[in-house]
């Protein structure tokens, strides 16, 4: 009989991105009511436009990444007998690995020269759907491929990081 497994998932991590999300939020707040006026006295015409527009870009862009990644890596993995499936962390549900399921992949954020090589597990499904599993939300993330490995889930292969544009990714086994 094959061990049952489940990915041990770090929730503080998810705590720390919604807090930061709130932090961004009212920061966003802050700029809009305190920054804008401010600016505009200070600065006229295309400066005072410029500013404005550099800021909220990069309010909106890091509040949209970090909501982003905040909602979509938000699951675990469980075995339970025969039958691996995703757990969703947050609503609950769960995403059985079955025949709507292509297959999983591994990746890396950085390389190994860098300051960092985070591993991130990619799960694909044939309506297009791709569930990302990455190394920091896991205590136990190097136990996760081998518990896929030893109920047979099938292994894409490695796929290198390539960016697609600031805020996605390309996937190779699409």
Not at 6 to 11: F, G, L
Not at 45 to 66: E, H, M, P, W
Not at 68 to 88: A, C, E, F, H, N
């Amino acid at each position: 009989m094959m061990a049952d497994f489940k990915s041990k998932y770090v929730y503080a991590v998810f705590v720390l991105r919604l807090l930061l999300l709130l932090a961004l939020v009212g920061a966003i707040s802050l700029f809009i009511f305190i920054g804008i006026p401010s600016l505009t006295r200070k600065h006229s015409g295309i400066k005072a436009l410029g500013l404005v527009a550099f800021g909220l870009l990069l309010f909106s862009y890091l509040i949209f990444i970090l909501g982003k990644s905040t909602l979509t890596q938000r699951y675990s993995l469980v075995i339970t007998g025969k039958q691996p499936m995703l757990k969703d962390n947050i609503l609950g549900r769960q995403i059985p690995l079955d025949e709507n399921f292509k297959g999983f992949s591994l990746s890396s954020y950085g390389d190994r020269r860098a300051i960092y090589d985070f591993k991130t597990l990619i799960f694909y499904f044939s309506d297009g759907r791709m569930i990302e599993l990455p190394q920091f939300l896991y205590t136990n993330f190097k136990d996760i491929q081998p518990a896929l490995a030893s109920h047979a889930v099938k292994f894409l292969g490695e796929e290198p990081y390539r960016w697609k544009n600031l805020i996605s990714r390309r996937y190779h086994f699409k």
